[in-house]
Nanobody, 114 residues
């Protein structure tokens, strides 16, 4: 049974930083790509960043240079460091294990507002 638990969301002013973390249970973590998605009110869920099992990364164009995804296979965690946050980054952020799986976390709210 896979469980994903996100933490680290909150309210931050524009230009600020937040670090999201996702902790996974189960013994198969290192074999899967891990990703962060987000969904703003009235919008579809979108892929923000992904890191493969070998450590390759890819980012949504609008967050390139501001967000960094990383993983620790020993701790079974995947983090998303978010810098220079903008109001348009406001959304619920979700952790996902795998590309074609249905392993999702419960989400954590990120609000960027002055």
């Amino acid at each position: 049974q896979v469980q994903l638990v996100e933490s680290g969301g909150g309210l931050v002013q524009p230009g600020g930083s937040l670090r999201l973390s996702c902790a996974a249970s189960g013994s198969i973590f290192s074999s899967y790509a891990m990703a962060w998605y987000r969904q703003a009110p009235g919008s579809q869920r979108e892929l923000v960043a992904i890191i493969t099992s070998s450590g390759s990364t890819n980012y949504l164009d609008s967050v390139k240079g501001r967000f960094t995804i990383s993983r620790d296979n020993r701790k079974k965690t995947v983090d998303l460091q978010m810098n220079s946050l903008k109001p348009e980054d406001t959304a619920v952020y979700y952790c996902k294990m795998g590309i074609t799986t249905s392993y999702w976390g419960q989400g954590t709210q990120v609000t960027v507002s002055s």
